[in-house]
């Protein structure tokens, strides 16, 4: 992902970047470099993104604990072990609940999240996180070795005080800034279409085929995390995307009529005497056949 630039640990050369301005990132993966039993490449993928940003992104790495695990800083990012050391099935079941009241509490400008069906973790409401809409920064990878030139990570043409307080800061950071406020700017356009249209939805991100294209998935994904049955804990991710109303009777291809279905409640809702509706979008309605309905909300809002 980073192209083949030889990593190095953080060095002090970079204090005209205004190294005192950095975006404080918590992320929430169970996997550790250390674990003896998850130690996969998700674990390591993290650590050397990190290790990377170190002189621009405060990291915070929040992973399970096992026997031996000790808190601290490697290479300029932090590690937490939550939850008990062992043994694995408590390890895991532990660090979920401990995830989830850290991911509350602490103090943070951007949470990410690896998610398990094992360690189901959830965005708090309120917190910085939510949809916005997606952003994707792309960082040059010769950006992000540490001897770069700051020249490289502004634009040319584009001075580099770019905060939103008027400080310097640094180009990689300036520069997911304005993809971030390019990206509310869009949300707050989208919203006010939405609050305007029938059905609180103007279709805007609608698709004319069948299939949700990537962009609206991940959409769904985020907004629904699991299976829309009440108390299905299937994610979203390994779950079909169903069309409230089928495609063949005029459904859309839009946010507000896909949610998640994991494949057996899928089949479930074919069957005869089951009725789901989406009369918001993200809000469904099931009924069952003896006639009881409940109610699923999204898991994460529109920020
Ligand atoms: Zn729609
Ligand atoms: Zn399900």
New binding site residues.
Partial sequence: MFGASEPRPPDDSSQHDGAALRLKVLHVIYDDPGNPWVAGGGAVRVFELYRRLADRVEATVATGSYPGARDGVRNGVRYLHLGARGPYAWSRASYAAAANRLLRKADYDAAVFDFSSYTPIFMPRGRPSGITDRVTVTIPSAALSQNADSSLSTPPGEPASDGLDGSQVPGIHAAVLRAASRAAARTEQAKAADAAAPGE?A?VG?SASYRPPPRLREFIEVRDQTCRQPRCRQPARQADLDHTIPFDQGG?T????LGPACRAHHQIKQEAGWKLTQPR?GYFELTTPAGRTYTTEPDAYPA
Avoid at 254 to 257: G, T, V
């Fill in positions: 939805c279709h609608a859309k839009c946010a507000c009529n979008a």
